[in-house]
């Protein structure tokens, strides 16, 4: 007889409940996912009403009632999902299975935990499931890619953070040193933070320097803020141009740690070591 992966035989209510409930080759599974997907976002969103003071004021009552509404049903369908599955353990500890048991399990904490309930809005992971309704998983092949670019370019991105670390470490001490300790700038950690800031064109504006020579640096550090944050970006985008590689078509510099694509290659062209 005819067993599913986690359900029971291929007649019985247990796999036609699995099929709905876990499955999207049916009309009945797309359109329980969809409802699914429906009260999960109306949950978050009665979650993010109830933590303004103003709304809370006046539809407390009714946003708690609608909380532990959305908590009952989610609870129902925890326990179907579990009670259809022939191995519940493998579904308990999978990562749905996990974001569904913390989605339900705030509410409950709230009883003991004032406030707790706040922490409903992980719900929005359950959302993830929307991949599997509009049959996205054609793009994992996209995201692998995206993945690779990452990993090959890991070691420029390090070399470039740690770049950034050290100019912005060199900019704190120097403002600090140029506006001086009675200003905005008290320690030098605070210019730090300051130059991060800066230098990352965020801007927050809660230190500003006051000096002249201070407001020059200011200007630099912008200016060269836009350069450093297209760096990056361009390391990326070459490694995703040029595409994933297999093993064989690698060489790793032992010294740079250099990637050479080039099989012909012996050398490193950029520090000259033999290659492995």
Not at 17 to 44: E, N, P
Not at 84 to 104: E, M, N, T
Not at 152 to 181: C, D, H, N, P, W
Request: glycine share 8%; aromatic share 10%; charged share 15%.
């Amino acid at each position: 007889m005819l067993r599913l992966k986690h359900g029971g035989p291929a007649d019985s209510f247990r796999a036609d409940l699995y099929r709905i409930i876990f499955g999207t080759d049916t009309s009945a599974g797309r359109i329980f996912d969809v409802i699914l997907i429906v009260v999960i976002i109306l949950s978050v969103i009665a979650v993010m009403l109830d933590s303004m003071v103003e709304i809370r004021t006046e539809y407390g009552v009714e946003l708690q009632a609608l909380e532990w509404l959305f908590t009952v049903i989610f609870t129902v369908e925890y326990g179907l999902r579990i009670w259809c599955v022939r191995l519940p353990r493998v579904y308990i500890f999978s990562f749905f299975g996990v974001i569904d048991f913390l989605a339900i399990i705030p509410t409950y904490l709230s009883v003991l935990i004032p406030g707790g309930q706040f922490l409903s809005v992980v719900r929005i992971l359950r959302v993830l499931r929307i991949f599997r309704v509009l049959k996205l998983v054609r793009y994992i092949g996209e995201a692998r890619l995206l993945r690779v670019a990452l990993r090959q370019s890991r070691y420029k991105i390090s070399v470039f953070l740690l770049t950034v670390l050290t100019l912005v470490v060199q900019i704190g001490a120097l403002m600090y040193l140029i506006e001086g300790a009675s200003g905005n700038f008290s320690s030098i950690p605070k210019s730090i933070y300051w130059a991060v800031v800066t230098l990352t064109t965020v801007g927050y504006g809660d230190v500003v320097p006051q000096t002249p020579l201070g407001q020059t640096l200011a200007s630099i550090v912008m200016i060269l803020g836009y350069a450093i944050i297209a760096i990056p970006t361009g390391i990326l985008g070459a490694e995703l141009v040029r595409g994933p590689v297999t093993d064989t078509e690698v060489r790793h510099c032992p010294n740079c740690k250099n990637i050479e694509r080039d099989s012909s290659s012996n050398f490193c062209r950029l520090c000259g070591e033999k290659l492995k």
